[in-house]
């Protein structure tokens, strides 16, 4: 198998389906938020701060993983703050030519200094906008609701996915820590953008078993399946997904910082592509995880033996699970399949087509 180098892997156009907005923060960012907004950080140096917003191999669970989230947020809490960080994710992503990504956050964790639920999804939406104009990139918003926080808030963040329809906001997700707070719970918010015609997607099958999956498909509708490593577990269920062409949002490196599975060569997505299922490749949270697109197909490349046909495909299959319209779905995939075809690695001729 002949070796891609990042450089091929940055020039291919990619998606981002599952990224939260708070955990892909430029750490000077958020040293110059925190100046700017009086906020004490850990650390007041870059190098000082590195270690408590990235985590490595070493990381022992999904709730170690999560502590990083307590720096990111305390900085993003302003209208500003949610406008300047929305553009320099996309601004990032489009640099190693992301195509189109799907930005997904809780507003509900930004509200501490007064801000409306509205105003934090225009902030948003303005970043991302920006971005737009100045970058080859699309964006949408998925906005979640949190499993340990009331379901009565989950119904609040699906009337608001509901109020933004249409305007950027183009699905809802359910995020937190699975365990004791089952996806059922939060089934009336799934109901309410099932009823308006909005894509869903949850977090299942990361740190519980297959039945996290189960709930997420039969009880709230899930189009998409965030992680859903465990679904190795249930063959059966497995089948369903891949019959019913349910896409898997795959996080490789983060699945192995928050113990999802032990380490790369054990990361399922090796045998659901094999087996057919709809695979794409994320990064989770570009800062904690210290990743990007291009790096995770790096992993997949270099430890799970994917070959550039099968990068392709996989990036294919991104595409198509995009919660975009079928029109302008289309039309993507037609000028995305067109420069996989011209694609050659170390290739000076598609490095020209690509600027």
């Not at 408590?52 to 999560?66: A, H, Q, R």
């Not at 365990?179 to 015609?197: I, M, S, T, Y």
């Not at 990361?267 to 990007?292: K, S, W």
């Amino acid at each position: 198998m002949a070796k891609l180098t990042i450089q091929d892997l940055q020039r291919l156009p990619k998606t981002d389906l599952h990224v939260h907005l708070d955990g892909s923060l430029r750490i000077p960012t958020i040293l110059q938020l925190a100046e700017e907004q009086k906020v004490k950080l850990p650390a007041d140096t870059a190098e000082g701060l590195r270690p408590f917003v990235e985590v490595g191999d070493d990381c022992k669970s999904l709730v170690e993983y999560l502590r990083a989230f307590d720096v990111t947020l305390s900085v993003m809490q302003t209208y500003e703050s949610l406008v300047r960080t929305a553009f320099e994710l996309a601004e990032d992503a489009a640099k190693e030519n992301v195509r189109y990504m799907e930005v997904r956050y809780s507003p509900i964790l930004h509200q501490q200094k007064g801000l409306t639920l509205h105003a934090i999804v225009q902030a948003v939406l303005e970043g991302l906008a920006q971005a737009e104009r100045q970058y080859n990139i699309k964006t949408g918003v998925i906005l979640c609701g949190m499993r340990h926080i009331s379901p009565d808030i989950s119904l609040r963040l699906a009337d608001l996915t509901v109020a933004f329809k249409n305007k950027g906001v183009v699905g809802f997700d359910l995020a937190g820590a699975e365990e004791n707070f089952p996806a059922k719970r939060h089934k009336d918010a799934f109901g309410r953008v099932l009823q308006n015609n909005i894509n869903c997607t949850l977090h299942a099958g990361e740190a519980y078993g297959p039945e996290s999956i189960h709930q997420a498909i039969h009880l709230c509708g899930a189009h998409r399946i965030g992680h859903g490593v465990r679904l190795i577990e249930d063959g059966d269920l497995l089948n369903y997904v891949n019959d019913h062409r349910i896409p898997l949002e795959c996080c490789p490196s983060s699945n192995v910082q928050t113990k999802a599975v032990k380490k790369m060569a054990d990361h399922p997505i090796r045998l659901f592509y094999d087996l057919g299922l709809r695979v794409t490749v994320n990064t989770d949270n570009r800062m904690v995880t210290n990743t990007t697109v291009s790096k995770e197909f790096q992993v997949i490349h270099e430890e799970l033996g994917f070959n550039l046909e099968e990068i392709k495909e996989v990036i294919i299959m991104g595409f198509k699970s995009a919660f975009l319209p079928y029109a302008l779905k289309r039309a993507l995939l037609a000028e995305v399949v067109h420069e996989l075809k011209a694609f050659k690695p170390g290739s000076l001729e598609s490095k020209k087509e690509q600027l």
